[in-house]
């Protein structure tokens, strides 16, 4: 069946430091793929998205590139603050739009 | 936009009792809706779909007569724990799609304690 297997947490960071999350995937056919956020106490909100073979995914200075040959999406972003410090889901949904199947998560934590 | 919301955000019941939590897709339409449990410090866990106007699709090993899903608008799913335990304590979170099929758009989560 389809998974997904992120790097063990916690990840602890200085402010302004490089990150990199690692997510690897198993899938059949052609998943669509997302990264998460999940800050203290809330829901999660979609952080990016690829829905296909090296597509990149961005938005708030992080990124993430599909990479099918090697079946993996690890999320980077340059320069790390304290308010990034959250949960972060790596997940694919094999269909666009269908159910996901999501990571263990990774627990960031940054300190200034 | 997209925005989705639960209610309440946090609940606090006795042993027995039923509680229902509400999901709003506040502004979109939103044809299918995922009910996910989350455990602490753990990942999310898909207990089941939720189309507009059928039956709810129940994952493995979750129960649907304790746990009953209703999707009877484009914009509101409401999960109704029966006779809830300690053991039903948990992190309740909803998303939605909407009508083009497009990402799942999560709900802030209802936090349930069972006394």
């Known amino acids: 069946g389809n998974s997904v297997t992120q790097m063990e947490g916690p990840v602890t960071l200085s402010e302004e430091a490089f990150l990199t999350i690692n997510c690897t995937y198993t899938?059949?056919?052609?998943?669509?793929l997302f990264w998460y956020v999940q800050y203290p106490g809330e829901g999660l909100q979609l952080l990016l998205k690829?829905?296909?073979?090296?597509d990149k995914g961005s938005n708030k200075g992080f990124e993430a590139t599909y990479r099918k040959e090697t079946t993996s999406f690890h999320l980077e972003k340059g320069s790390v603050q304290v308010s990034d410090s959250a949960v972060y889901f790596c997940a694919l949904s094999e269909s666009y739009g269908n159910k996901l199947v999501f990571g263990a998560g990774t627990i960031l934590r940054v300190k200034s | 936009g997209a925005v989705v919301s639960q209610h309440p955000s946090r609940v606090i019941c006795k042993s027995g009792t039923s509680v229902k939590i509400e999901c709003r897709s506040l502004d979109f339409q939103a044809t299918t809706m995922f009910w996910y449990r989350q455990f602490p410090k753990q990942s999310l866990m898909l207990m089941a779909t939720?189309?507009?106007?059928?039956?709810?699709?129940?994952e493995q090993g979750v129960e649907k007569d304790k746990f009953l899903i209703n999707h009877a608008s484009l914009t509101l799913s409401t999960l109704t724990v029966t006779s809830a335990h300690p053991e039903d304590s948990s992190f309740y979170i909803c998303s939605a799609r909407d009508v083009r099929g497009v990402t799942q758009y999560f709900g802030p989560g209802t936090r349930l304690t069972v006394l």
């Open positions: 939720s189309n507009e106007g059928s039956k709810a699709t129940y």
């Open positions: 690829a829905t296909k073979a090296d």
């Open positions: 899938a059949t056919g052609y998943p669509s």
